[in-house]
């Protein structure tokens, strides 16, 4: 089982970039998935999740209305559109899987099984 994100980058503020997380060796179209984010320094914080395949999507407050999360089950895929990037956005950002049916958890990292390796994304100011 693997989770593999893609998509970070060097942009300036207020550019956009879509992060990508491709899962192999099982299907994830029940799970709910996640991304999260660890600054530099900092402790790692939640960013959105989408709850299995409910259609329910979660956001954390610093991004809300900036980023969009959204799956492509087909592709066993995972996506975070993040648009008015800001410098404080900088960070690693890993997407994350899991088999927990309670709504409430989908903010909480110890709610997911498989972890990516993360993918670096630079706002410049």
């Known amino acids: 089982v693997q989770l593999q994100a893609s998509g970070g980058g060097l942009v300036q503020a207020g550019d956009s970039l879509r992060l990508s997380c491709a899962a192999s060796g099982r299907s994830f179209k029940h799970d709910t998935l996640g991304w999260f984010r660890q600054p530099p320094g900092e402790e790692r914080e939640f960013v959105a999740a989408?709850?299995?395949?409910?259609?329910?999507?979660f956001y954390g407050d610093s991004v809300k209305g900036r980023f969009t999360i959204s799956r492509d089950s087909a592709k066993n895929t995972l996506y975070l559109q993040m648009n008015n990037l800001k410098p404080e956005d900088t960070a690693v950002y890993f997407c994350?899987?899991?088999?927990?049916?309670?709504?409430?958890?989908?903010?909480?990292?110890?709610?997911?099984?498989?972890w990516g390796q993360g993918t670096q994304v630079t706002v410049s100011s």
């Open positions: 994350a899987a899991g088999v927990s049916t309670i709504l409430s958890t989908a903010r909480r990292e110890s709610a997911y099984n498989y």
């Open positions: 989408s709850f299995r395949n409910s259609g329910t999507t």
